[in-house]
């Protein structure tokens, strides 16, 4: 795991599991979030929310995408496919993506199409309405 993938999900760890907001994921779980054709994606982090994690818990792919999904850009990842992603994330329901840029030490927040926020090292990456009370310095993800 990348070290800046691991500084988030630390981070992330820590606040959903102190409040007990829901469940924080990586790479290995996958997200169902379409049917007829069958679609599963999988971020490199995702968060959601406990109120729709299933009693029963989740047998297999998580229904529906997560609140928050997070991409961390690789360097042979295309302009194109990060935004088709991130397209994908948003239409399926996720209602954040982070887009980490590694290379150029940046984060960006997508909402919707048009909010859209590029943060940098002296900003703080804020949780919203999705991750209530959580933020984080930008710059401590690429130090």
């Known amino acids: ?7 988030i999900v630390a981070a992330l760890e820590n606040h959903v599991a102190a409040r007990g907001l829901g469940i924080v994921t990586t790479a290995e779980a996958g997200f169902q979030i379409a049917h007829d054709p069958d679609t599963v994606r999988v971020p490199d982090v995702a968060f959601v929310r406990a109120d729709r994690i299933p009693s029963e818990g989740v047998k297999g792919f998580f229904q529906g995408a997560p ?7 690789s360097p042979t990842d295309r302009a194109s496919e990060v935004a088709a992603k991130v397209e ?8 954040m993506v982070w887009v980490v ?7 960006t927040v ?10 940098t090292a002296s900003d ?9 009370e959580f933020s984080m310095p ?5 130090a």
Do not use: Y
């Open 101 to 107: 840029d590694p290379e150029n030490h940046t984060v």
């Open 124 to 132: 703080m990456l804020p949780g919203g309405d999705v991750l209530p």
């Open 138 to 142: 930008v710059g401590l993800i690429f």
């Open 67 to 73: 609140d928050l999904a997070v991409e961390v850009i």
């Open 1 to 7: 795991m990348d070290g800046s993938l691991r500084k």
């Open 110 to 119: 997508h909402r919707s199409r048009r909010e859209i926020t590029v943060l």
């Open 88 to 95: 994908t994330w948003l239409q399926a329901g996720s209602l």
